[in-house]
């Protein structure tokens, strides 16, 4: 009889506490952007009055393994009628997160390319974040986050 009446309270706690650490896995996981892996997809065009063109495809990979570092990879290939260059880069940040908020400071930045990469120096300023020296992390949907620089969105990335 002892036995049956302790059966189903440490059952009752068995169940709340995996409850408890799943819903605590799905909170850390999601409302850290310390954390954050995301990925984002851009294909834009540009038509000249001269009847050239510009395609960029490009997609971009967002990694933040911790409060002091983040890595932003590009790959993808940039159109021309003349010309088709393979972008293949990753660009290195060492950031510092502001007073516990969703804005970083950009400490330092390194940036690698491969030796595939043939496109120009400047084809993805703003993606890199060569124009700023902060961003800041909003999210906007449980795995969807913008990334935006001061005056205007810079990304939108949803996890991987």
Not at 26 to 47: G, I, V, W, Y
Not at 118 to 126: A, E, L, T, V
Not at 132 to 158: D, E, R, S
Request: aromatic share 8%.
């Amino acid at each position: 009889m002892y036995r049956k009446s302790t059966l189903l309270p440490a059952l009752c706690v068995l169940v709340i506490a995996m409850v408890c650490v799943f819903a605590m896995f799905f909170f850390m996981r999601h409302d850290d952007p310390e954390r954050l892996q995301c990925e984002s997809d851009l294909f834009t065009r540009k038509d000249y009055t001269s009847g050239g063109y510009a395609e960029l495809a490009l997609k971009t990979i967002v990694l933040i393994n911790n409060s002091h570092s983040m890595t932003i990879v590009h790959k993808g290939m940039m159109t021309t009628p003349a010309s088709v260059k393979v972008v293949d880069q990753t660009f290195t940040l060492d950031i510092e997160k502001v007073n516990k908020s969703n804005i970083y400071l950009i400490v330092k930045k390194v940036l690698r390319k491969s030796p595939d990469n043939s496109s120009p120096d400047d084809i993805i300023n703003q993606l890199q974040l060569d124009n700023i020296n902060m961003f800041y992390l909003t999210q906007v949907k449980h795995n969807a986050w913008v990334l935006n620089g001061l005056m205007l969105p810079i990304m939108m990335c949803v996890d991987i």
